[in-house]
Nanobody, 115 residues
Framework: QVQLVESGGGLVQPGGSLRLACAAS????????MGWYRHAPGKQRELVAV???????GYGDSVKGRFTISRDNAENTVYLQMNSLTPEDTAFYYC?????????WGRGALVTVSS
């Protein structure tokens, strides 16, 4: 079993920044992909960013240039630095870990961008 625990969500004003973290624990192999997805009310779930254990990254079009994903392999932790936030970034952000064909999800962290 794998457990994912997100932290760092909250309320921020437009133009501000937040940093999310996701710590993974349990039976984790050395090769896996971690990432973030988000789900806003009335919208479909959206890819935010992913990173492989080799450091290869990918981003959703709506966050490119504003968000940065990173990871600490020794701590099995992934981070999402979010800058220049807008109200359109308001959503639940879910941590995801993929090991082969298996998908694991965190419980989500709410990010609210509002003045």
């Amino acid at each position: 079993q794998v457990q994912l625990v997100e932290s760092g969500g909250g309320l921020v004003q437009p133009g501000g920044s937040l940093r999310l973290a996701c710590a993974a624990s349990g039976r984790i192999s050395s090769i896996y992909i971690m990432g973030w997805y988000r789900h806003a009310p009335g919208k479909q779930r959206e890819l935010v960013a992913v990173i492989s254990n080799f450091g290869t990254t990918g981003y959703g079009d709506s966050v490119k240039g504003r968000f940065t994903i990173s990871r600490d392999n020794a701590e099995n932790t992934v981070y999402l630095q979010m800058n220049s936030l807008t109200p359109e970034d308001t959503a639940f952000y879910y941590c995801n870990l993929k090991i082969g064909a298996l998908d694991y999800w965190g419980r989500g962290a709410l990010v609210t961008v509002s003045s």
